[in-house]
């Protein structure tokens, strides 16, 4: 079985030097606990550069995006304070690989609960050839996480289990989804985040970010495009592509 570290250190370079890696194949003999203990070696590269946890994701609590991406099992990711792009802010195709935009809900922890939501968008860039890997790869990746953008904060709105999602890019609606997709309803994601994380010693602290997941499949980013995530009830969130 290839070492831990020298996995991590691949995708933590794979990032920082915005290329590709292959697959780590059979031979490496990856399984789930395994993949979370990568994980957080390839996080910890990013702490070591003085990046600051700020909260977590969910990933693959849609079927749209389970099906996307050929693999059916919740999974959850870390989010460091380098990778918050603010509410209408920029972000360089050249800084990535392959990125793609999903639109999602976003949780702000307080006393242990939901204490504000906001509509956001995610932004996803593999470090695998042509974003396809197994569960393990995906969940060793940080669950593919780059960036995040989150809009305005407000109290939970009635409904929050059925809103209508939309991303458009520059106007034109490209998916359509429901909060309901994230999980029947999307303040299943605390409970499921707090249950996966803490199987691996990680506390949702207060002020944490939580993303739900992704309510529709993602798309891919081109140069010079504005994308607006627009959840019913919560307003949106946008953030333009420069190349
Ligand atoms: C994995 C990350 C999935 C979501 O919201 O479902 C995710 C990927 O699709 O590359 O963030
Ligand atoms: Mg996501």
């Given at each position: 079985m290839t070492d831990l570290a020298t996995i991590a250190e691949r995708l933590d370079q794979a990032a920082t030097s915005r290329t590709v890696t292959p697959q780590f194949g059979a031979d490496a003999g990856l399984d789930v606990p395994t993949a979370y203990r990568i994980q957080e070696a390839v996080v910890a590269h990013r702490?070591?550069?003085g990046e600051r946890l700020v909260g977590l994701k969910l990933g693959l609590t849609s079927r749209a995006k389970m099906a996307q991406m050929g693999v059916d099992e919740v999974i959850w990711g870390r989010l460091t304070d380098?990778?918050?792009i603010a509410d209408g802010g920029t972000i360089s195709l050249a800084d990535h690989i392959h990125p793609k935009a999903e639109p999602e809900v976003a949780f702000l922890i307080g006393g242990g609960?939901?204490?504000?939501?906001?509509?956001?968008?995610?932004?996803?860039?593999?470090r695998y050839v042509d974003f396809r890997f197994t569960l393990p790869e995906v969940i060793a990746d940080n669950t593919s996480a780059s960036g995040f953008v989150v809009g305005a904060w407000q109290p939970v709105p009635a409904g929050i289990d059925n809103l209508g999602v939309l991303l458009e890019v520059d106007g034109r609606t490209v998916q359509i989804g429901s909060t309901a997709a994230i999980l029947g309803d999307p303040r299943r994601a605390l409970?499921?985040?707090?249950?996966?994380?803490?199987?691996?010693?990680?506390e949702l602290t207060d002020g944490s970010v939580l993303l739900a997941g992704a309510a529709t499949a993602a798309v891919p980013l081109k140069p010079g495009a504005h994308v607006r995530a627009v959840v019913e009830s919560l307003g949106a969130a946008s953030l333009k592509v420069t190349p």
């Open positions: 702490t070591a550069r380098a990778m918050a609960t939901i204490a504000a939501v906001a509509p956001a968008i995610e932004v996803i860039d593999s409970a499921e985040a707090v249950r996966l994380a803490a199987a691996d010693g990680v």
